[in-house]
């Protein structure tokens, strides 16, 4: 119940855009075409480009190597399904992790966790690929995986490795909470081995799953005389003054306070300033009750799920802090835009604030049974000055016939609305709001596969008013046309893809301009080249809007 819980969004979102016709545009084909490159001779090293500096990406290519089957199998819809797929699969870890850490109601909490990530942000559900989202859900996974390491599964440790490696690498902003996971997990799970006198076979299994997820940007690191990495490391002292540590306070304020900003959709939050009106003291309030609880729940209540959890709590939220301290102020709007929002960095807020309450009231769960126990009269038997055993105590045993009925009661519940809330929104996005780009880009691909054997060309696009628009038109044509083998390549936006893609000085290739007017499309094809105008398919309507 609980992984088809966390499934269903998914899965209703990606009938949605089936139906109705989506192929990627924008940022969408910008993931697509590194996805497809991955089998070719310019494989990705990088992830996305990032807001931090030109030239500077996002750490690694993990989400293109998970994508590039499907993107092969299907290029049209390859994207959309197989990242969904993905998605549910590291819903699914978390679930089986959580399980492992808290029974069923571990199970049930974390499947919860990832609906209310899609409840707060549907775009989650309808547009997994893109990186942000990508990434939130494996970051999801990389909280439940690494609770269940610290509560003594060190089995988990390999998953955590891979499900911290996608995060990071997907974006930035999971980077600082999702390794220190993966570093803690680590000394934890070592000392456990050490303790209990047990092998360390899931050490080396993780290790080597960590190099093989890191190989790529490794390669890179060291190969180039610019590497990523370091650019990355270096990228924020580029940017200007820093938002600094009460900023940061702020988020988690924002984040794990009363009352939480994800109270309030996403969709509708357009900018980062609105963190500011949140108290930092309020965020460090939010810091010492989890320290509170995991101390409460190592000595006396002597619960090492609770501890754990409490840990996790701790970790996501002092990455979440000090990933927000760092951003640059100059790079957070002044004034709401919708062209230059950055509300996606604040995606991670609903794990991060959700998992701080869920360790406070594991503590309370937990108090309040032994203070019951205690006053029947009836008080736990357990040998003295052992802690109390991986997985079990108040987690597993409240996970009774009747709380496990009421919890996938109200999980499947949540599920409902959480697909009602994706249907609302998906009549905005993606598929609707970009059927007009989708015509246009359809438009233009009839015209140069008639004119044009496949072959290297050097396409430009000329679409006056339009703005931030042309990048979503030549970045969706770029990918169709890559797909039928026509090698594009581009000046614009071209950094955005790779070397492979941007056309040089004296590079002989066969010239493609592409004009967009609200009547329709005209293609040149050579110098002064030029074939009649061809109106959009689709509504006349969306045409215009462009």
Known sequence: MAHLAAWMPFLWALRWLWVHDWQPVSDASAIALRAWDVLTAHAPLVGQATRLGAGIFDPGPLEYWLLTVPEHLDPTHGLAWGSALWCMAAASIAIEAAWSAGGAVGSLAASAVVLGTVAWMPEVALQPSWNPWFGVVFFIAALATGWAVLAGHRAWWPALVCTASVATQAHLLFALPAV??????????????????SGYQWAWIGLASGAVCWAAPLYQQFSSSAGNLTALLHGQAATGRLTGPGFGLRALAAS????????????????????????????GVVLAVTVAAMAAAIRPLRSRPVAALAAISLIASAGAVATYANLSVGGIPVAPSPLDTLNYLMIVMFPVGLVCWMAVAGALAVAGKRLLAALSGRSPVRRPNRPEPAGSGALRSSGGALVRALGMLAVAGFAVATSAATSGSASQFPAVADAAYVHVVAAADRQITHRLAAQPIALTISAPGMGYHDRRLLLGLVWVLTTQGYSPRISQYGGELGP???????????????????????????????????????????????
């Open 256 to 283: 794990a306070g009363l009352p939480p900003l994800w109270r309030t959709p996403l969709e509708s939050l357009l900018d980062l300033n609105v963190i500011s009106s949140r108290s930092a003291v309020v965020g």
């Open 180 to 197: 220190a996971l993966a570093v803690v997990g680590l000394v934890v799970g070592l000392t456990d081995s050490r303790l209990h006198r």
């Open 500 to 546: 492979s893609y941007v056309t040089r000085p004296g590079l002989r290739i066969t010239p493609v301009r592409v004009d967009v007017r609200p009547g329709g499309v005209t293609i040149a094809v050579g110098p002064g080249h030029s074939v009649r105008a061809v109106a959009v398919r689709g509504d006349h309507r969306s045409a215009k809007q462009l």
